[in-house]
């Protein structure tokens, strides 16, 4: 019994870190989206 609480708190620790490493790249993603968009159109334009 005690073995599985370990690791169940291990387990939510590791989801945590996972969740938030998301929310992170998400919101680079969001403020460099916009400029991403604008090297591709201007790489096409330029071919």
Known sequence: MH???QEG???IEYS???VLIAI???AVLLMLGPGIGNLFSN???GI
């Open 3 to 5: 073995g599985f609480g």
């Open 9 to 11: 708190q291990g387990l």
């Open 16 to 18: 945590l870190i996972i």
């Open 24 to 26: 992170v790249v998400m």
């Open 43 to 45: 790489i096409i334009s």
